[in-house]
């Protein structure tokens, strides 16, 4: 039974949002519900109801309300929402323009920068007379190779707001990984800073930026954002130009919002890329926006006062997750650079000189600042905090104990998960509801999550597939280059037709909460049994002297045979004492099947630029098979060590 970590008090309760949403919908539809699961219930039988229901209650701007909400929910995929809505995504998040700070930017090593929501509409309404007149039209694309700043949420704001689709990546990548991307969604216009800080270091992109252009002949302007250097010479790259030059220069403009149909594109995302080129993902407007303004506003309860943080790229989903929050009058705080410079504390720092009242951040990071001795309340003061909330992989029981223990007693540890391909969530936060070490809280409103067992059942308080059987106005509209559909069909419905089935596997609780086991596509198979990856990083996380771990299957002797990889901390050794004590810990803690055949050290752990694991490239490493597109992960190098392992050999 997992343990209760927390709960809100009757007052908190009754102070957030889903607790006045709960209300809302009580008195329209003459409800009764006083608890989240009759709530969420009532969303998933009432489909159409609930998304109307919460449209009228977050009061999104548009120019002509939809004449239906969805044409057909059992419609996957294909489903249409909201159809003959005519609405702009930058318009609804622009809505305040008063003096409250709307964003702030802490670049590594550097003093943070506000600016207001009359300014940011300011900036934003001259940028767009720039794209203007330079002819950009509704559905171009406009790319940007950018850090996590000021800038370039001015960027994508300028972009949406005339109707353009907007596509960026973290200036982290190689010059493959960005040409595999923007390559294919062939950009107008390219946004970049001159270069970017990481870990005490600067980097210059304007180099990298002249090589991708030979290559990319759709790009007709670079706009150049200076950042390392004040005055960068945008002459260095073809149809350069520096930010300031390009702004109009007039002063007091209105923005002209360009009103789009609901299923406009509006954001292009892109999978991981580590088993072919990645598949452009393409996001609607209408989808993109009632689904973040649901996750933030309910899930997170995210109010006008607040000060919201993600640490992210814009090479992630959660930074267009993240920015949303502007459409809620809240202040959004940027940073950009490593959250270990100078320090293991520097975001604890951040947070306190910042005030943070909801904190962003991934299990990866959790994991490691336990690992480096970090007790953030010992050392700052986080009496703003009222959330934390993680993503990116599973969080252990250890890293949510952490967070009570040695961050703050009193807060909401929300576990969320989604990805990529809905631009939002399945399962995450419930602001009424008890945090339990180990779930996720809820699964979203509207969201018909389930797990499937192998004969394709949902089960409660079992392990299975998470599927989703009903549409949600957040999946994609359609993949980039993919006319009649095959990639997507291909990508989410070819193991259960007519259902979602997302690649993770789950069990739901009796409680309604979410335990997630890692990606099926990665689950184990010893004998026949299936375990999840997390399960075994949860015991091995437990031990001092090793700092990461990977886990994959070994294909051996007509079976599937268990391998743990380690890399240790400076100093130790992997021992056989070592190596018996991680043994022992997943033994003891888990099922003797659990228990890897192999611990094997390594020096480094590959991760993805987004900061996934990715088991699947060095499964096929080990079973000599080639693993493309490498410039998808943070450490390319790093693959080398699974190679020619002779202790696999036998």
């Known amino acids: 039974m997992s343990k209760l970590l927390w709960k809100p008090s009757e007052e908190r309760i009754q102070n957030s949002n889903m607790y006045h949403f709960m209300q809302y919908v009580n008195e329209r539809h003459g409800k009764a519900f006083r608890a989240y699961d009759e709530l969420y219930e009532w969303s998933v039988t009432e489909i159409p109801t609930f998304w109307a229901t919460f449209w009228d209650y977050s009061d999104i701007l548009c120019s002509r309300s939809y004449d239906q909400v969805v044409d057909d929910v059992a419609k996957l995929p294909g489903a249409r929402w909201f159809e003959g809505a005519r609405l702009n995504f930058a318009e609804n998040l622009l809505r305040y323009r008063d003096d409250c700070i709307a964003l702030s930017f802490k670049g590594e090593g550097q003093p943070t920068r506000h600016i207001t929501y009359a300014q940011l509409y300011d900036r934003v309404a001259r940028l767009a007379k720039s794209l203007r007149d330079m002819g950009i039209q509704p559905g171009d694309r406009i790319a940007g190779f950018v850090p996590n700043m000021i800038e370039t949420v001015i960027a994508m704001l300028a972009a949406t707001s005339v109707g353009a689709v907007w596509s960026s990546c973290s200036p982290d990548f190689g010059i493959k990984g960005v040409l595999d991307r923007f390559g294919q969604i062939e950009p107008r216009v390219l946004f970049t800073a001159d270069g970017y800080y990481y870990n005490g270091k600067t980097f210059d992109s304007l180099a990298r930026i002249a090589e991708i252009l030979k290559e990319l002949p759709s790009i007709e302007k670079v706009v150049v954002m200076p950042y390392t250097d004040p005055k960068p010479d945008p002459g260095r ?68 006062d607040d000060t919201i943080f993600y640490f992210t790229t814009c090479g992630w989903m959660m930074w267009n997750w993240l920015v949303s929050s502007l459409a809620l009058g809240a202040r959004v705080l940027l940073y950009d650079g490593s959250p270990f410079y100078p320090d293991p504390g520097a975001m604890w720092q951040m947070a306190q000189d910042e005030k943070i009242t909801i904190f962003g951040t991934s299990a990866k990071y959790l994991a490691a600042v336990e690992k480096a001795g970090v007790k953030p309340k010992e050392t700052y003061d986080l009496t703003p905090l009222k959330a934390v909330l993680s993503t990116g992989s599973p969080l252990s029981i250890e890293s949510f104990e952490y967070v009570y223990r040695d961050i703050k007693e009193d807060l909401c540890l929300s576990s969320i998960s989604g990805g990529t391909d809905i631009i939002s969530c399945f399962a995450l936060g419930n602001p009424m509801g008890p945090v339990y070490a180990g779930e996720l809280q809820c699964r979203g409103l509207g969201m018909k999550v389930e797990a499937w067992d192998e004969d394709g059942r949902p089960v409660i308080g079992q392990k299975g597939e998470l599927v989703c059987t009903a549409a949600a106005p957040s999946m994609p509209i359609y993949f980039w280059n993919d006319p009649h559909g095959q990639k997507y069909r291909d990508a989410y419905f070819s193991v259960y037709p007519g259902v979602w089935h997302h690649g993770d596997f789950i069990e739901i609780t009796e409680r309604g909460g979410v335990i997630i086991y890692g990606r099926s596509d990665a689950t184990l198979n010893p004998g026949g049994v299936r375990i999840g990856t997390a399960e075994i990083y949860r015991q091995v996380e437990t031990i001092p002297e090793v700092l990461d771990s990977l886990v994959v299957g070994q294909d051996w002797d007509n079976d599937v045979r268990v391998i743990l990889f380690v890399k240790l901390r400076e100093g130790h050794e992997l021992t056989d004492e070592l190596i018996n004590r991680i043994k022992k810990a997943i033994r003891e803690n888990t099922t003797p099947r659990h228990v890897p055949a192999k611990i094997i050290a390594v020096p480094d752990i590959p991760y993805t630029i987004s900061g996934k694991k990715v088991e699947l490239a060095v499964r096929k490493v080990i079973h000599n098979q080639e693993v493309k597109n490498k410039d998808a992960l943070a450490n390319p190098e790093s693959l080398d060590y699974f190679k020619d392992i002779p202790e696999l050999q036998n």
């Open 237 to 304: 790259v073809r149809n350069g130009v520096l930010l300031e030059d390009f702004l109009a220069k007039d002063d007091g403009l209105e923005i002209e919002f360009e009103q789009v149909p609901a299923n406009h594109p509006l954001y292009i995302m892109y999978s991981s890329g580590t088993t072919g080129v990645p598949k452009c993902i393409v996001h609607g407007v209408v989808g993109t926006l009632i689904q973040h303004l649901k996750e933030l506003r309910l899930h997170t309860d995210l109010k006008r």
